[in-house]
């Protein structure tokens, strides 16, 4: 496949439609009672960290950072994260998370938590954290929690309950 080269740009209101039938496609109607999906609930998303792809105006991928509380630390929960079946593997999904890990670098965050596929995540610097670390308010495969810093030795004393920001 070739490498698009796609327009990256924050999520604005009139992409909300387009992005939740993305959504709609990749991960069904189930996703709402995943335990990552009620983080999310009461939650605004980040609105400079939640970027949409975009190839020739069409939205082919998007990324939404929501904040998030671990232990007493501020974090970023990264998802969904979501590219067209039409513009897979062409490194858009993979612009997404560095695009997005970019502006969180700058805008001084420093942890980032995701739900995901090890083997897709490890590229971004995610690596796997143990329940005795982080614990999520809900059922999850535990070989699924990922981790990323934005600074050196940010995880290291951070721990405890996964919660929504704010709650
Ligand atoms: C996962 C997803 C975001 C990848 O987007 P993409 O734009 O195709 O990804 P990229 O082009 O940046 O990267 C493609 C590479 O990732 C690999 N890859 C894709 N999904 C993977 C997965 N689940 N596990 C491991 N590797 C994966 C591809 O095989 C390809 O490998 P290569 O570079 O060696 O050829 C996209 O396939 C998607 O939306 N899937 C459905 C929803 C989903 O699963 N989202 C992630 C939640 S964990």
New binding site residues.
């Given amino acids: 496949?070739p490498h698009s080269n796609p327009e990256i740009r924050p999520q604005t209101a009139a992409d909300m439609p387009a992005i939740e039938a993305?959504h709609d496609h990749?991960?069904g109607p189930g996703r709402f009672v995943r335990t990552a999906s009620r983080l999310r609930e009461g939650v605004a998303a980040d609105p400079d960290l939640s970027l949409v792809a975009l190839v020739g105006g069409r939205l082919?991928?998007s990324v939404t950072m929501t904040p998030i509380t671990i232990g007493t630390d501020a974090a970023f929960l990264l998802?969904?994260?979501?590219?067209?079946?039409d513009?897979?593997?062409?490194?858009?999904?993979?612009?997404?998370?560095r695009a997005t890990l970019e502006r969180a670098r700058a805008a001084g965050h420093r942890l980032v938590l995701?739900?995901?596929?090890?083997?897709?995540?490890g590229?971004f610097g995610f690596h796997h954290v143990g329940p005795d670390k982080v614990r999520l308010p809900g059922p999850v495969d535990p070989r699924?929690v990922l981790v990323a810093g934005l600074v050196e030795g940010a995880f290291e004393a951070v721990s405890g309950d996964v919660s929504r920001a704010g709650f």
């Fill in positions: 496949m993305l990749a991960f082919a991928g998802g969904p994260l979501a590219v067209d079946p513009f897979e593997n062409r490194g858009i999904g993979g612009r997404l998370v995701l739900v995901g596929d090890p083997p897709y995540y590229r699924r």
